[in-house]
Structure formats: C-alpha cells, structure tokens
C-alpha cells in the first residue's frame, strides 16, 4: 500500500526533495513524477511537436534527476524542473538541427536587446542557447529571480515570496542577474 500512499502524498515539492536526500528512494521520485509529468511533458511537446520525442524526453529528464537532485539545492523544484526540462528540449532540438521559433515569446526581448547580430549568431536556436548557458552561470538567487521574473512572469512580491528574499534583494538580484547575463551573453557568444 506504500504506492498508493505516494500516490496522495501531501508533502510539499520541498519537503520530498528533503526526504530524497536523507534517503534516496524511487517512492520520493515517483510522487515528484505523478505530480509533475503532464507539465514537462506539455513543455517538451511545446518544443519537440513530436508526441513520441516528448514522451522520451519526459522520461530522460526523469531519469536524470536523481543526478542532478544530489548536484543541486533547489529551493523551488517547480522552476527549477521546468529549466531541467527545457534545457534538455534545446539540447535535443540542437542535435536534431531543428530551428524552434515556437516558445521564444517566453523569454523577454530584453535578454536579446545586446546580442550580437553577426551571421554566425543570427538564428534564434543559437540565441536561445546562449541565453540558457548564460542563466546557468549566473549566481543561484540572480538565476532564481531571472526564472521566476522573465520566464514565469512572477513580480517582485511573488518572488520575494517564494524565495524569502526582501524586496530590495529581489531587486538587486535582478538588476545584477540581468547585468550579468548581458557580459555573459557577450562572453558566450
């Protein structure tokens, strides 16, 4: 009966990613899937428009969690899987050679405003990827407030909220972050 427990398992994203690193355990995963496989698989079908390849890719973003559970802390597992997920969407799209225009309006134009318009950088998959690489580097609370302010279009007293940063922390973290994103764009590209 311990599955069907799992399958009604109150706890929050938090508390189970806490369980899972006292005690790896497939029963702690399996309710991290349940409750968020329809969202990662709606985002790798957003990106992949192939029912099939979503499907693959929903489970080998799964499969890499653990990995990636034990590298991280992750504070906020909801955007953080949703950064997981779409970074793998990209990586898979780059090796297909595939030019994904569906999905950008996610992300500010902002981001975009200091990228060099060169011809070996002109096409969007290549832009979205330099973007990504660059969010990764950033320092945890300017990268967790970039997601949850451009990606997830979260305010400032949301952010403050979900991550127990003060408002001027937000802020900072913000204006920092995008700082940070346009040296780093133009170191990456």
């Known amino acids: 009966m311990a599955f069907g427990k799992s399958r009604t398992d109150q706890r929050s994203d938090k508390d189970l990613l806490e369980a899972y690193k006292r005690r790896p355990s497939p029963t702690i995963l399996g309710a991290l899937y349940r ?7 709606g985002l790798c079908l957003s ?9 693959d890719s929903l489970m080998e973003i799964f499969e890499s969690l653990p990995a990636k559970i034990s590298q ?3 504070d906020n597992f909801e955007p ?3 950064f997981v997920s779409r970074n793998h969407c990209l990586k898979l799209l780059k090796h297909k050679t595939q030019l994904p225009t569906d999905g950008l309006e996610e992300i500010n134009e902002e981001f975009f405003m200091e990228f ?4 070996d950088h002109n096409n969007d998959e290549r832009r979205f990827e330099v973007l990504s690489d660059a969010i990764d580097q950033l320092q945890e609370g300017q990268r967790k407030c970039i997601i949850l302010f451009f ?16 408002m001027n922390e937000v802020k900072s973290h913000i204006q920092n972050g995008k700082r940070n994103l346009k040296n780093l764009i133009l170191k990456l590209a």
Do not use: C, M
């Open 151 to 166: 990606l997830e279009h979260k305010s400032y007293l949301d952010i403050s909220a979900i991550t127990g940063f003060s």
């Open 35 to 41: 409750r968020h496989y329809h969202k990662v698989y």
């Open 47 to 55: 990106y992949l428009k192939n029912p099939q390849d979503a499907e």
């Open 116 to 119: 060099p318009q060169d011809e």
């Open 72 to 74: 991280y802390q992750i």
């Open 80 to 82: 953080w899987l949703y």
